[in-house]
């Protein structure tokens, strides 16, 4: 049993990592945390206030730790590039054995508006281990949540749903180019199971550990939604367009998320829209294999599963 760190615990990904992790029964949680709420009703977690902005709290909080998990969602990038960095010189001076940054997503390829961070921390955890290794770590990438698929109807205990771009409940999709774009889509459930199996794991982690419970063209998953809804409302919107910034139709989802204030929700949900979209038609959506290869009998949940389940014979 060894010490886990969770950076940004407090998030809806972030406790469902928690759960899963607890559930094993392996380790000991750390929740690391810029303030500590008033309720913590897990008695198995120990809550640690810290200063991201300060290398010395972090090291600190990192004392005995061995593996730190970041779950950090903040809207400013330089901001998250920033406390990354902060957070992997801590880590590998307190000699934290292992690292995974806030990735939980896309695979990024390109400049993808909020996600083009990640390319930055991605190019610092290189830096440092130019010379040799001295913080083993992960990229995951498990894809795009198929839980979204779901709005409004959630199977998880934590996750914040949200609307998206293939909208069952409206029945209505955009589409990008001929849709003939891959998108790897995993379940947050998976997603918990996979990284708790991961700190068990005997060997190395794999720098980009990709992994994804179906792979489905983005044709195909609006194909797949109106054999279980019936026919869907499509819009279709060139790659150029969304390359150059520009969504083009008469809708886009709300985008609910804890780090996106109130009064900007219409405005960022119409920047992540694209941003996702553009990032279908560049690939970015589309994860590798490493954990799929190396934990081959882990139960991953289809897509097709999950959604016919979920939605067949709501109105």
Known sequence: MVKIAIAGGSGNVAQEVIDRILAKGSHEIVILSRQIPQSTDNGNTKWVQVDYESKASLRQAFSDIDTVLSFLAIPDPSSMIRLQKNMIDAAIEAGVRRFS???WGSTVKSDMGIYGFKDEVRRYLAEVNENGKRLEYCLFQPGFFTNYFGHPYSTAKHFSMSATYVDFENRRAILV??????????TVQDLAGVVAEALDYPGQWPTVGGFSGSEITLAELIQLGEEIRGPFQIEKVSSQDLRAGKLKTLWY???????IPSDRSDEMSKIITTCFLRGVSEGGWHS??????RLP??????????LVSLWMGKP
Do not use: C, M, Q
């Not at 989802?253 to 780090?259: A, E, K, N, T």
């Open 177 to 186: 180019d001929d849709g003939n774009y891959k998108i790897s889509l995993t």
């Open 101 to 103: 940054p806030s990735e």
């Open 297 to 306: 009998n882990y139960p991953f949940t289809f897509a097709k599963d999950y």
């Open 288 to 293: 590798s294999r490493e954990w799929n290869d």
């Open 253 to 259: 989802p709300v985008v609910s998320h804890p780090s």
